[in-house]
Nanobody
């Protein structure tokens, strides 16, 4: 069984920073891509940032220059450093990973709330 556990969400004022973490545990042979998605009330879930096992990154246009995704392969952990936060960044943030264990699967974390006040 594979689990993704997120941490680091919270309430912050506009212009502030937060760092999200997501640790994968369980039967893991390797992890391919890892990423962060978010879903605001009444909106569809959207990709925020993704990172491959080799370190290549991809960002949504709305967060480029403000957010940085990174990963620690030894710890099976992905991070999202969020700077210059805006009220429109308010959402539930979900971690996602493609993991090879007994079989390959796409896994999601439980979500962590990020609220940016104006």
């Amino acid at each position: 069984q594979v689990q993704l556990v997120e941490s680091g969400g919270g309430l912050v004022q506009a212009g502030g920073s937060l760092r999200l973490s997501c640790a994968a545990s369980g039967n893991i042979f390797s992890i391919n891509s890892m990423g962060w998605y978010r879903q605001a009330p009444g909106k569809q879930r959207e990709l925020v940032a993704a990172i491959t096992s080799g370190g290549s990154t991809n960002y949504a246009d709305s967060v480029k220059g403000r957010f940085t995704i990174s990963r620690d392969n030894a710890k099976n952990t992905v991070y999202l450093q969020m700077n210059s936060l805006k009220p429109e960044d308010t959402a539930v943030y979900y971690c996602n990973a493609e993991i090879l264990g007994y079989s390959i699967g796409d896994y999601w974390g439980q979500g962590t709330q990020v609220t940016v006040s104006s």
